[in-house]
């Protein structure tokens, strides 16, 4: 029943459009769903594309254009004309059209839109433009079903009927007074069953009713329609008039690149790079973490050279050098995840900051005592007694200071707007292995006089 | 217009509830958002719960059961009686029902079924019990909207108005013909437009219907839903007869979860664990990864202690082990985690392994050169070059080794269906500490002499 992109059909639909097979295409390609069709079109360059993207039916274009993969769009889009691209961005919901728009030149951007035939498409496009990407205004479409209070079923209907072209995916309908401010919500199963002479106003629900302001963050529209289980949220400004919707498809994208930012930020990609980007970006990419580790390994050097004439005489201490700086950058980076999961679940509430530590240095404790325990029972019986005396109160001291370290620090980093996941990569762990090497020379010399 | 709840809220509605004001919580908190209130009693004990939970009308109050963070619920539901939870449960979606139930143990929940009213709603929470949670068949619901082929638009309005008490959100129709196989979906779009006279056959849209089968996995359905736009989804059996529905809320929240696991399993914490579980819980949800890591820094000694002449006579060569040590491991986590948001993205074509870690080789290669003679440059200038030799020599060798273990693991694992993501934590890094200590030690007594 679904499709599976296969080695096989790539060769052959590859050698069918070297021989401009439209009939093959028709049949074999044409058929599928849209979003088949984008990921075969993923796979194929320009020329190929093109094609295909031309021989589909013009209203499916639109659908294909935003499946495709976000380097194969630029690159499709980039070998069109100014009036192709145009074309195309009539077919689209406005707050895809304005997503492309977005990523041309300022210079083409006024090329294209003056090539657009449709001028109320032209409108919404320029408008949406207007706001950040990463704000509910930049998120919403200016499609959506809207009716005024004071109509009839039967009159909601009929004015329905022409907005029904535009709004491509149906779920309720906003109710609005005839300055158009929004006064509640309508969903269609409720009109689907009702009189055709009931009033709007005794159908609709106004109690409750969520809805975004322009200006709200897109993390506050993914968070307010995760909450209230929403599909759509209206979008209203200042004046609490109507001026958008924001569908769910649009949310989970970005829910799931918030997540890939945490992932990426706690295993040292600075920067979200493609997997078939070239060989320079993504060294690049990766540079910055693995220089901020090699800081952090020169520190390192610098404080073990300061204890050079303790080793010389008891060369077993730097055995456990790398126990100590692995136990410390684990702990830390437990830590620091909790943290940063308990913070991006939108526990933002800074009186709780001090339990928080004190829990998170209680486990450290519990978990340092035992771990120093097993230690020193492993370097008493196999290795000697003292030096198992040293590891495990050092460990025992790193894995407590990581802890609190892995706890205070995205929280500060949070207070001050920075995104606290940054804590949870090797920024800790070089961090810990720094201090973590200090408390272990220096308890060393103490003990070992 | 959004509820905010606060600490003063919080104290006064203890205050009233404890006075058991009725008439204030009527007109403080009922008149909420059900998300709102079950946000309210997510803070309150069992007894408070109670008082406000069954001031709510009934219909809201599964809607309120659902939202209730899960700790909350459990210890809710423990302390009503069998015949409170069948009642709660027949306002429920039968998916939600089963998944409370699916909680229960094995008598109470033959308990709490024996004292349902609704013999129906009985039937489908047992049939629903049958399947794994983490499949399509424990995803779906029983309630969805099911229209004949044959049907007029006029006959499946009325059927559909019969239908429409149970089925909570109508995004579309599904169409089947009279052995329940399902044929194709309606848009209410759609319906809400056609004249009454009007065959389904003629409305409805046949092609390219997705759908999942009862045994598909949770992954697998995200995956199809998201691939192809889908705000709800019909599962069919093996018959291809339509048995329930799978909407996108229940896959929003299976997304995050996965996208957690993957944090979780990057930081090395290896069971998911709510940031106010009890501190025992918390230790001993930590450990795992500790010991793993404590096991590695022990191995690492031993490695070092096979040297321990070596450092005796140039003590210096210690002080670069945590330098070794850390680049190792940022290198491998780096390299890994790209080939694990690869493979969540859907990449597993096996077929590409060889190039991916061509690839990775290559950055390693490109990184490993730049770091090497950095660090050659810092230490020939302050320290002593054939030191410096040593150093970047071995950092340029573990750099490598790094970025081809951390590519060629979580494909290993991947092909023997273990989660990948295992590899991005304290596993590689402990492993990279290992094989880097060995290296560079190798490497310092080979040029030392």
């Not at 890939?260 to 600075?270: E, V, Y």
């Not at 706890?407 to 090797?426: R, S, V």
Request: hydrophobic residues 50%.
């Amino acid at each position: 029943m679904r499709f599976e992109l296969t080695h096989e059909f790539l060769e052959v639909l590859r050698q069918k459009v070297a021989e401009q097979d439209a009939s093959w295409v028709q049949e074999h390609v044409l058929e599928l769903h849209y979003a088949d069709i984008a990921e075969i079109i993923d796979k194929l360059n320009n020329e190929e594309a093109k094609f295909i993207y031309f021989l589909v039916e013009e209203e499916l274009q639109a659908d294909i254009l935003m499946e495709l993969d976000e380097d194969v769009r630029d690159r499709f889009l980039s070998s069109l004309s100014t009036k192709e691209i145009a074309d195309q961005l009539e077919n689209l919901d406005s707050d895809d059209a304005a997503d492309i728009l977005g990523e041309l030149s300022e210079d083409k951007i006024q090329e294209v839109i003056s090539q657009m035939e449709d001028d109320e498409a032209a409108e919404d496009i320029v408008d949406l433009l207007n706001y950040h990407e990463d704000t509910a205004g930049g998120l919403m479409q200016k499609e959506f079903f809207q009716a005024e209070v004071d109509w009839t079923v039967m009159r909601a209907l009929v004015e329905l009927r022409k907005q029904a072209e535009d709004v491509e995916k149906v779920y309720n309908i906003f109710v609005v007074n005839d300055s158009d401010q929004l006064l509640g919500v309508l969903s269609l199963k409720r009109l689907l069953f009702a009189n055709t002479k009931t009033k709007i106003a005794n159908l609709f629900q106004s109690k409750n009713i969520i809805s975004v302001n322009t200006n709200d963050s897109a993390e506050q529209v993914a968070k307010v329609m995760e909450k209230y289980d929403l599909v759509s949220v209206p979008v209203v400004d200042y004046q609490n008039k109507l001026v958008g919707r924001i569908t769910i498809d649009d949310v989970v994208g970005y829910i799931k690149e918030e997540a890939d930012k945490d992932f990426q930020l706690a295993t040292g990609i600075s920067d979200p790079v493609e997997p078939d980007a070239s060989i320079w970006r993504i060294s690049y990419a990766r540079l910055p973490w693995l220089v901020i580790g090699m800081m952090g390994g020169i520190f390192g050097a610098k404080v073990i050279s300061g204890f050079e004439e303790s080793i010389a005489r008891i060369p077993a201490l730097a055995f456990f050098i790398p126990l100590i700086t692995a136990m410390g950058g684990n702990v830390g980076v437990q830590s620091s995840a909790i943290v940063v999961q308990s913070l991006a679940r939108g526990d933002k509430d800074l009186g709780k900051i001090m339990p928080k530590l004190f829990r998170e240095a209680l486990v450290g404790l519990l978990n340092g005592l035992l771990l120093a325990a097993l230690i020193f029972g492993i370097a008493y019986f196999f290795e000697n007694a003292q030096l198992g005396f040293v590891v495990s109160i050092s460990l025992f001291t790193v894995i407590l200071c990581a802890a609190i370290f892995g706890t205070l620090i995205p929280l500060l980093l949070n207070k001050y707007n920075i995104d606290p996941a940054l804590a949870t990569g090797p920024f800790i762990t070089t961090l810990s292995d720094v201090a973590g090497l200090f408390i272990y020379f220096s308890i060393g010399l103490l003990l070992y006089g």
